[in-house]
């Protein structure tokens, strides 16, 4: 014979507990999941965004800035670096300020999620997901023989506002020089 106080199964009371438990604990991890995926976007985009970077400071250092056969300099300072594949009538390495903070035509070009090149304007075509905009200036203790070269890739969005941020999630800023050498 049973005794009345040993359980015979679960009550209704502790399978309501576990059940709230159990649903606090899944939207627990559902929160988790959420806020990896918006992490690891994060990151692709930034990895994205440093690679496209990277390709415009190697198109930069790619243009003449070296010394003649007579020892004069001679820098490339009409190279469209804003098309792809580069053309004439440009600006090339011609120094220019404030090119990182406002969209100057010959110092921007606007890409897909692809890396490809849809317009180089001062506004950023519908198709456009980032902005690359970039600036070549003297270093100051070389003016002659070394250039600054910065770029700043952001998220087209950003590019469209008028006070755009110069630093945040998804904002990437690449600074090299480029030394004066003999051809």
């Given amino acids: 014979m049973r005794s009345s106080s040993s359980p015979r199964g679960f009550s209704l009371i502790e399978v309501l507990v576990a059940i709230a438990v159990l649903s606090v604990a899944l939207v627990s991890l559902v929160g988790l999941f959420t806020a990896a995926a918006g992490v690891t976007a994060l990151a692709r985009d930034t990895t994205f965004a440093t690679l496209l970077a990277s390709r415009k400071v190697e198109e930069l250092r790619a243009l003449a800035f070296t010394y003649d056969s007579a020892g004069r300099p001679v820098t490339d300072t009409d190279t469209d670096t804003g098309l792809w594949p580069p053309g004439p009538a440009g600006a090339g390495l ?25 317009g ?45 941020p110069q630093a945040g999630p998804g904002i990437v800023h690449l600074v090299a020089l480029r030394a004066r050498k003999a051809s």
């Fill in 94 to 118: 011609q120094p220019a300020a404030g090119t990182l903070a406002a969209n100057v035509p010959g110092y921007v070009d606007h890409l897909d999620g692809f890396g490809r090149q849809v």
């Fill in 120 to 164: 180089g304007g001062a506004q950023p075509p519908g198709q456009a997901r980032y902005t690359r905009r970039w600036q070549v200036m003297p270093l100051p203790d070389d003016p002659s023989g070394t250039l600054v070269v910065h770029v700043v890739v952001l998220p087209s969005r950003l590019a469209r506002v008028a006070r755009a």
